[in-house]
């Protein structure tokens, strides 16, 4: 579900369907097993703490979304997704994450640019059991 402010003006419900189809993009597997998919959807400044607590930039996180060799690329789902416009070009996004079983509090901030949205931070924080 996608939830967004219910007083949100046209222009704002739009910004937050757009980064959340971004989002959503980077979470589908033909797209995680492709670095150019990945990178299309990164800003050029885009930094992220991953919920393993490492640092990611935009040279290094295709590695992470990568299948292992020979291995398969893991469908990544979400729940409770909602946004919010920040500022004009500034969405914030937050949501669960599971990921073959391990679950994460996941919040994105989304920029537009002439190229379109962009991601420009993520941060993962794992939900321990007792949150699942």
Do not use: K, N
């Not at 589908?28 to 393993?52: N, T």
């Not at 295709?62 to 291995?71: C, L």
């Amino acid at each position: 579900m996608i939830e967004e402010a219910a007083d949100a003006a046209p222009d704002e419900a739009a910004a937050v369907r757009a980064a959340v189809e971004g989002e959503l993009r980077l979470l589908e597997p033909e797209v995680r097993r492709s670095a150019q998919a990945v990178l299309a959807l990164l800003h050029p400044g885009f930094s992220e703490v991953g919920a393993s607590g490492r640092v990611w930039d935009r040279d290094t996180v295709p590695e992470a979304t990568a299948p292992a060799p020979g291995g398969e690329t893991v469908r990544v789902r979400s729940e409770e997704m909602c946004g919010t416009l920040l500022a004009p070009g500034v969405v914030h996004l937050t949501y669960v994450s599971d990921a073959a079983g391990r679950r994460a509090r996941r919040s994105s901030v989304w920029r537009e640019t002439g190229a379109g949205w962009r991601l420009w931070f993520h941060q993962g924080t794992p939900l321990r059991d007792a949150e699942r």
